[in-house]
């Protein structure tokens, strides 16, 4: 069957469960659209075939001996998985030209996947160190969006995102610490989730001691990405925080409106205004009320956002600090410049953003809707054009200045397509309280419903 990448995940799982299609012939289908296409896209840095062959064999097996009652809803559906995220014996590159050792086992998500029996195709593109918002890095030749061979994927998963978008795999994982999940999949046209903390363990190679940083999942719906975050869901043994749920009410939900970021004079383009309108009047429609929000303007919750981003930067371990890029090392040589008594003011301050947020933005509305995005997605090497590393890092904040709230506070938000503009999709962002994950993307499937492959990008389906 030669278009089965135009299946969601759940309609494969399905023919998988009824006997019409096996694990391993779909496994076979995306290795060989990644041999034939990945050249073009660049979404993957290492493709790992023997591994996949070899769980979609057992897949079957399995599926033979227990049944299709004894299985979990996305049974022999393979993945790719960000290359920051350790895979037993494959290399973890993190972006960096020199990483070359092979992980000495399995991350908690990856453990996971592996007792869900969904084969793992191989790990995709990010820029050094997942710092950056887009996917460029000195490994290969940058990842492209498959909406455009000119646009940015966006970052830090963009790799993920590219392979999703364009039927190299039907489902991802990424992790988000600033946005790096639902960045790209704004910009590729998909659905992007940051969990609350606590939901799914990032350990234990990245733990996430700041609070920054999750695991996430991409996808072409809200169904499949659903799905993928129950299989992924999860506490370890040394997990910054624990799981909470917040289903709401059954009816009529409050959902808060704001166009306008935290970034004092910051103007946001009209295309991702709209975009946020858009998803907002959609929620109306199914019988919410929406009022408008203002989130207010501060500072002082950028300058720690980036002071502790900065200390994770500079707490890896690199071999040849010279090799890195210039962005990279402007961003560890901040790191070392933040004291302990700084670091812990600036997560001090993110705990009582968080309880801001839930007290007083979520005690006035259930869901807040805002733009994913603080423009359309750029050009490839965007972020590159300065001189002054400074002007890049501002760059990026004028373009993701919504997306980096929820990390800070820990709270989960989706980005959901929304639409396109100048032939480039556009997303729009919904969050809400801790532990709310599974209810946002209940919303979100009512509004996106099952759009069968419209969640490719054109030319690739």
Same mark, same amino acid.
């Given at each position: 069957?030669?278009?089965?990448?135009?299946?969601?995940?759940?309609?494969?799982?399905?023919?998988?469960?009824?006997?019409?299609?096996?694990?391993?012939?779909?496994?076979?289908?995306?290795?060989?659209?990644?041999?034939?296409?990945?050249?073009?896209?660049?979404? #993957?840095?290492?493709?790992?075939?023997?591994?996949?062959?070899?769980?979609?064999?057992?897949?079957? +097996?399995?599926?033979?001996?227990? *049944?299709?009652?004894?299985?979990?809803?996305?049974?022999?559906?393979?993945?790719?998985?960000?290359?920051?995220?350790?895979?037993?014996?494959?290399?973890?590159?993190?972006?960096?030209?020199?990483?070359?050792?092979?992980?000495?086992?399995?991350?908690?998500?990856?453990?996971?996947?592996?007792?869900?029996?969904?084969?793992?195709?191989?790990?995709?593109?990010?820029?050094?160190?997942?710092?950056?918002?887009?996917?460029?890095?000195?490994?290969?030749?940058?990842?492209?969006?498959?909406?455009?061979?000119?646009?940015?994927?966006?970052?830090?998963?963009?790799?993920?995102?590219?392979?999703?978008?364009?039927?190299?795999?039907?489902?991802?994982?990424?992790?988000?610490?600033?946005?790096?999940?639902?960045?790209?999949?704004?910009?590729?046209?998909?659905?992007?989730? +940051?969990?609350?903390?606590?939901?799914?363990?990032?350990?234990?190679?990245?733990? *996430?001691?700041?609070?920054?940083?999750?695991?996430?999942?991409?996808?072409?719906?809200?169904?499949?990405?659903?799905?993928?975050?129950?299989?992924?869901?999860?506490?370890?043994?040394?997990?910054?925080?624990?799981?909470?749920?917040?289903? *709401?009410?059954?009816?009529?939900?409050?959902?808060?409106?704001?166009?306008?970021?935290?970034?004092?004079?910051?103007?946001?383009?009209?295309?991702?205004?709209?975009?946020?309108?858009?998803?907002?009047?959609?929620?109306?429609?199914?019988?919410?009320?929406?009022?408008?929000?203002?989130?207010?303007?501060?500072?002082?919750?950028?300058?720690?956002?980036?002071?502790?981003?900065?200390?994770?930067?500079?707490?890896?371990?690199?071999?040849?600090?010279?090799?890195?890029?210039?962005?990279?090392?402007?961003?560890?040589?901040?790191?070392?410049?933040?004291?302990?008594? +700084?670091?812990?003011?600036?997560?001090?301050?993110?705990?009582?953003?968080?309880?801001?947020?839930?007290?007083?933005?979520?005690?006035?509305?259930?869901?807040?809707?805002?733009?994913?995005?603080?423009?359309?997605?750029?050009?490839?090497?965007?972020?590159?054009?300065?001189?002054?590393?400074?002007?890049?890092?501002?760059?990026?904040?004028?373009?993701?200045?919504?997306?980096?709230? #929820?990390?800070?506070?820990?709270?989960?938000?989706?980005?959901?397509?929304?639409?396109?503009? +100048?032939?480039?999709?556009?997303?729009?962002?919904?969050?809400?309280?801790?532990?709310?994950?599974?209810?946002?993307?209940?919303?979100?499937?009512?509004?996106?419903?099952?759009?069968?492959?419209?969640?490719?990008?054109?030319?690739?389906?």
């Amino acid at each position: 069957m030669s278009s089965l990448h135009k299946f969601s995940a759940r309609a494969q799982a399905a023919l998988i469960r009824s006997g019409d299609l096996t694990s391993v012939q779909l496994t076979e289908h995306y290795l060989h659209r990644i041999a034939s296409l990945d050249k073009r896209l660049c979404a #993957y840095v290492r493709v790992t075939a023997d591994l996949a062959r070899g769980q979609a064999i057992e897949a079957d +097996r399995v599926l033979r001996e227990r *049944g299709a009652g004894a299985v979990g809803p996305l049974h022999g559906v393979p993945v790719a998985l960000k290359d920051n995220l350790d895979v037993e014996d494959v290399v973890t590159g993190w972006g960096l030209r020199e990483r070359c050792n092979e992980a000495l086992g399995d991350d908690h998500v990856v453990a996971l996947l592996r007792a869900a029996h969904q084969p793992i195709l191989g790990k995709t593109h990010l820029p050094e160190l997942a710092l950056s918002c887009h996917t460029e890095n000195q490994v290969g030749h940058n990842t492209k969006n498959p909406w455009s061979e000119w646009h940015s994927p966006g970052g830090s998963s963009g790799g993920s995102a590219a392979a999703v978008s364009a039927g190299l795999a039907p489902i991802a994982l990424g992790t988000d610490a600033g946005g790096s999940v639902r960045i790209p999949a704004s910009c590729c046209g998909l659905v992007g989730v +940051r969990p609350s903390n606590g939901a799914v363990s990032g350990g234990p190679s990245d733990p *996430g001691v700041t609070g920054l940083s999750v695991p996430g999942v991409i996808a072409r719906d809200a169904g499949d990405a659903g799905l993928l975050l129950e299989v992924i869901a999860g506490a370890a043994p040394g997990d910054f925080a624990a799981p909470r749920v917040w289903e *709401g009410p059954e009816g009529r939900l409050r959902v808060g409106l704001s166009t306008s970021p935290m970034i004092p004079g910051l103007e946001v383009s009209h295309e991702c205004q709209r975009s946020a309108r858009e998803l907002a009047d959609a929620l109306g429609e199914l019988g919410h009320e929406v009022v408008p929000i203002a989130l207010g303007e501060d500072t002082a919750v950028a300058d720690a956002f980036r002071d502790v981003w900065s200390v994770v930067a500079a707490a890896h371990d690199v071999m040849h600090e010279a090799s890195l890029s210039p962005f990279t090392r402007m961003m560890r040589q901040h790191g070392r410049t933040v004291s302990g008594v +700084r670091l812990h003011e600036a997560l001090e301050l993110f705990r009582g953003t968080a309880r801001m947020l839930e007290e007083i933005v979520f005690g006035d509305v259930d869901l807040l809707v805002t733009p994913t995005l603080g423009t359309v997605p750029p050009f490839l090497g965007a972020f590159q054009t300065e001189a002054d590393e400074e002007l890049n890092f501002a760059a990026m904040g004028r373009f993701m200045p919504f997306t980096p709230m #929820y990390n800070i506070s820990g709270m989960p938000a989706v980005s959901v397509p929304m639409g396109e503009s +100048r032939g480039l999709p556009i997303g729009a962002m919904v969050g809400g309280r801790h532990g709310s994950e599974q209810r946002l993307l209940a919303e979100v499937d009512r509004i996106l419903g099952d759009r069968g492959t419209s969640g490719l990008a054109p030319g690739w389906r």
